[in-house]
């Protein structure tokens, strides 16, 4: 079975400082790491994605790395604001399919 | 529509009974997905469209779950006989290609459901 494994599951960081998020994976034909941020009440937003062949994409205060040989992903999330606060999710889409597998989600709270 | 829309945002009903869940993607996205979001845990597939090719039906746990789209368009989520173990939230989201372009989804803001 296709499986993502996010930790850690919940996240407390003061203002300021860097969040980091992990996920692994067990399958190795997935071809597309997107990470999802969803705010209470709310369906998850895209926030940045990441394909195999790239080590490292960063936007703004969000870098994603991505480490093929260890089967692991990272979100890091620089200079943390209160309005990071939210729930994030990692996602992987098996080869040839549409859907993705996302973890299990981590609830990060930043405190001012 | 400028989003996705998902109808009712919210739905109690009696176990046993049958419940229809509303998604409205966004105009010309041919790619529709439902998944499941139950308490604490991630995002579950279920079923996807694309245009008017054969749904992807892989996800769905029961055959007491079921999802058409008409037109290209609208999407209802049938779950029959409801089971309080079905409680959760329902979310929609639709992409303009379900090829092998990476765009991401957009979700709508989902429908909760609570079997009593």
């Known amino acids: 079975q296709q499986q993502v494994k996010q930790s850690p599951q919940s996240l407390i960081v003061q203002k300021g400082g860097i969040s980091i998020i992990n996920c692994a994976y067990e399958?190795?034909?997935?071809?597309?790491f997107p990470w999802y941020q969803q705010f209470p009440g709310k369906g998850p937003a895209l926030l940045i994605a990441?394909?195999?062949?790239?080590s490292e994409k960063k936007e703004g205060r969000f870098t994603i790395s991505f480490n093929k040989s260890a089967k692991q992903f990272s979100l890091h999330i620089m200079d943390s604001q209160p309005g990071d606060s939210a729930t994030y999710f990692c996602?992987?889409?098996?080869?040839?399919?549409?859907?993705?597998?996302f973890g299990q989600g981590t609830r990060l709270t930043i405190n001012p | 529509g400028a989003g996705v829309s998902q109808s009712p945002s919210n739905k109690v009903t009696e176990k046993g009974k049958d419940v229809e869940l509303r998604c409205d993607p966004i105009?010309?996205?041919?790619?529709l997905y439902w998944y499941r979001q139950s308490l604490g845990q991630g995002l579950e597939f279920l079923i996807y469209?694309?245009?008017?090719?054969?749904?992807?039906k892989s996800g769905l746990p029961s055959d007491r779950f079921s999802a058409e789209r008409t037109g290209g368009s609208v999407s209802t989520l049938t779950i029959q006989r409801t089971q309080q173990e079905d409680s959760a939230v329902y979310l929609c989201?639709?992409?303009?290609?379900?090829?092998?372009?990476?765009?991401?989804?957009?979700f709508g803001s989902g429908t909760r459901l609570t079997v009593v």
């Open positions: 996602a992987a889409r098996p080869q040839g399919a549409q859907k993705l597998v």
């Open positions: 399958n190795t034909a997935f071809d597309y």
């Open positions: 989201a639709s992409s303009p290609d379900g090829g092998r372009a990476n765009y991401g989804y957009t």
């Open positions: 990441i394909r195999p062949d790239v």
């Open positions: 105009s010309g996205h041919t790619a």
């Open positions: 469209f694309q245009g008017n090719s054969a749904p992807d």
